[in-house]
């Protein structure tokens, strides 16, 4: 299988701190993002391609344009925006993350959405990498509805979907759509009290073997069904961006996930 890292399992790494721990992993896959840490925000896209190819990592993904299936207000232009940065950095796609705050979206909403950025992806030579996410609050929960909605946009050419390990088990999502997915994020949690449905982003930490979401599992079933695309560590709970060997930390997950599977 292939190991990908997004930049949040290090978030207090510079880019290039964060190339270079990928490549000392042995991996060559690697995610940028917009928000933590806004490499977007703070780097030239030429700046990020350079240190990219100086390092020999190719940039599978920025996190993420949020709300894409709210196409109103500034999105539109923000999402030209990231799309133009994320061609020129050489990334290959942008992962699109949908409205979470409890407010509902129509689904004639969410294929407008996807027919609006269709073109946008596309004279870019990206891909959309759709992901529900799997919290009550989501205006998108399932990988299915987001199927769904890919195909009433006409957009199979260009969407696949992200399958989350922490949203597939929030979501209690069953199927799995491993040739329509583009990339997995990866991630556990660990905290014994927690109901799955108060589970949080704080919660998400590397996986090992006290994990609670099925990981091992989820990863068997993807793979038997053929997918081969990267898994990319994504956690998100502070007591992993404050350590002070986060390389080591993935590297031991990588070692548990290879034995286990």
């Not at 290959?92 to 946008?120: S, Y």
């Not at 205006?139 to 949203?167: M, N, P, Q, W």
Request: some cysteine.
């Amino acid at each position: 299988m292939r190991f990908a890292i997004n930049h949040i399992a290090a978030p207090k790494l510079s880019l290039e701190q964060f190339f270079a721990a990928a490549r000392s992993l042995d991996l060559t896959e690697v995610e940028i993002r917009n928000d933590l840490p806004d490499v977007v925000g703070i780097m030239r896209p030429e700046a990020v391609k350079a240190a990219a190819e100086k390092a020999g990592v190719t940039i599978i993904s920025i996190n993420a344009l949020y709300p894409f299936n709210v196409w109103s207000g500034d999105l539109p232009k923000r999402a030209v925006a990231l799309a133009d940065y994320a061609a020129t950095s050489g990334a290959k796609a942008l992962v699109m993350c949908p409205l979470n705050d409890g407010t509902r979206v129509a689904f004639e909403d969410l294929v407008a959405a996807l027919k609006a950025m269709k073109p946008i992806l596309a004279e870019r030579h990206l891909i959309g990498l759709v992901e529900p996410l799997g919290f009550p609050v989501s205006s998108l929960r399932t990988k299915k509805e987001a199927l769904r909605a890919i195909d009433a946009a006409g957009g199979g050419d260009v969407y696949k979907l992200v399958h989350d390990t922490f949203h597939h088990h929030l979501a209690g999502e069953t199927e799995f759509f491993a040739d329509r997915t583009g990339l997995v994020h990866i991630s556990g949690v660990v905290e014994p009290a927690i109901a799955v449905s108060d589970m949080l982003d704080a919660h998400r930490v590397l996986v090992d073997g006290a994990d609670r979401l099925e990981n091992i599992e989820q990863i068997r079933v993807l793979s038997a069904a053929g997918y081969a695309g990267p898994y990319s560590f994504e956690p998100f709970a502070v007591e992993v961006h404050d350590l002070a060997d986060p390389v080591s930390a993935v590297r031991a997950s990588i070692a548990h996930i290879k034995a286990a599977i």
